[in-house]
């Protein structure tokens, strides 16, 4: 059974143009179980930072224009009972953050909420999560590991030019309907992007290509443009550990294969 309750507080967004992102409770604050019992606000998780970057674009698209329909919509969802679920709601409200939705459903059903309020992005720390929500239509990415107590001024998504790669010997690249899913977001935030100058952005877009050499970032960079993708940065790792690079750039969204293999798991080390 899914439940969703609206958010009164804050101004719904236009569901034919928004890119609706739904992202786990636990992952925006920490819900831990011997909370059960208090009023206090909730302390901050790891995607906190994620919803003050998302926050941040929608305000300068709105500034840039207050007509702007093409904005991102935030649903949390949670599979903690009602205490937690009143809880999350006063503590969204206590930070001020611009949640449209709350969506109480089981771990059974989330793929049903995500498909029932039309999510086009689903985040989440969670690798297998992610993958089972990719192989049902619906984008999917990790979260980075951000530090919580540090405000995010720039919303910063990443792209794995090894799941990019078009398949060929050695190359799986990424299945029909995943890839389907991940263009249509993608081409989203790229025409969010052209909403804004070449500097000063709210919003940036970069892509590591770990694999492979100058050629396989150059077929990922082929892709991303003609989704309509304008990136900022592009790396070619050749072979060489993501982890310098990744602990640079510090990107909020991860795009990987969606396969939730070890590819997956290892965006989120720091």
């Known amino acids: 059974m899914v439940s969703t309750v609206w958010n009164t507080d804050v ?22 179980a011997e909370d059960l019992h208090s009023t206090e606000p909730y302390g901050r998780g790891v995607a906190f930072p994620l919803i003050q970057a998302i926050q941040k674009v929608n305000d300068s698209l709105l500034e840039e224009n207050p007509a702007e329909a093409l904005l991102f919509d935030v649903i949390l969802l949670t599979s903690h009972g009602p205490d937690h679920h009143s809880r999350i709601i006063a503590s969204t409200k206590h930070y001020g953050l611009d949640v449209g939705r709350f969506c109480l459903c089981s771990e059974e059903d989330f793929i049903e909420s995500l498909l029932s309020n039309q999510v086009k992005l689903f985040l989440s720390t969670d690798t297998h999560d992610a993958s089972k929500a990719s192989h049902r239509g619906v984008a999917s990415a990790l979260l ?37 899913s991940i263009q249509q977001v993608a081409s989203l935030l790229g025409e969010m992007r052209r909403r804004f100058s070449l500097s000063g952005s709210p919003l940036s877009l970069s892509l590591v290509t770990v694999q492979g050499c100058r050629e396989t970032c150059g077929r990922a960079l082929r892709t991303l443009r003609s989704w309509g993708v304008g990136l900022d940065e592009a790396y070619s790792l050749a072979g060489a550990p993501r982890g310098p690079i ?25």
Do not use: N
């Open 11 to 32: 101004k719904q967004k236009d569901a034919d143009h928004a890119v609706v992102v739904a992202v786990a409770s636990h992952a925006v604050f920490e819900c831990g």
């Open 144 to 180: 980075y590991r951000q530090t919580a107590s540090h405000p995010s001024e720039q919303l910063r998504v990443l792209f794995s030019g090894d799941a990019l790669d078009p398949p060929g010997a050695g190359r799986p690249g990424l299945s029909q309907e995943p890839q389907a």
């Open 246 to 270: 990744l602990s640079l750039l510090k990107p909020h969204i991860v795009f990987t294969d969606g396969s939730g293999g070890s590819g997956q798991a290892s965006v989120q080390e720091s």
